[in-house]
């Protein structure tokens, strides 16, 4: 069993940086891979970041590659989703989820568990 809880959003004008912070509970999670998914208003969830269990290979959606990064700590049980340049179109509840693997996914049927989503503006 693995509990996330995010924080770290809120409003932000366009061109600015945000930290969201996923705590994880549970003896599993340095062995799970972690992702970052967003749903925007009126479009489905979608993946952000992922990373594998080492803090390895990672993976970004092309709309948010060298804008984002995605860090994790197995030591404190976090994966953070650095945000820098952000735009209108970035404007989404963001969630944090565990995979059931070690390696690196990008579809959300391969998460066993999600936070409960915190929610980030962008103002133009």
């Known amino acids: 069993q693995v509990q996330l809880v995010e924080s770290g959003g809120g409003l932000v004008q366009a061109g600015g940086s945000l930290r969201l912070s996923c705590e994880a509970s549970?003896?599993?999670?340095?062995?799970?891979?972690m992702g970052w998914f967003r749903r925007a208003p009126g479009k489905e969830r979608a993946i952000v970041a992922a990373?594998?269990?080492?803090?390895?290979?990672?993976y970004y959606a092309d709309s948010v590659k060298g804008r984002f990064t995605i860090p994790r700590d197995n030591a404190k049980n976090t994966v953070s989703l650095q945000m820098n340049s952000l735009r209108p179109e970035d404007t989404a509840v963001y969630y944090c989820?565990?995979?059931?693997?070690?390696?690196?996914?990008?579809?959300?049927?391969?998460?066993?568990?999600w936070g409960q989503g915190t929610q980030v503006t962008v103002s133009s």
């Open positions: 989820a565990a995979a059931r693997s070690i390696r690196l996914r990008i579809e959300s049927g391969e998460y066993d568990y």
């Open positions: 549970g003896r599993t999670f340095s062995s799970r891979a």
């Open positions: 990373i594998t269990w080492s803090a390895g290979p990672t």
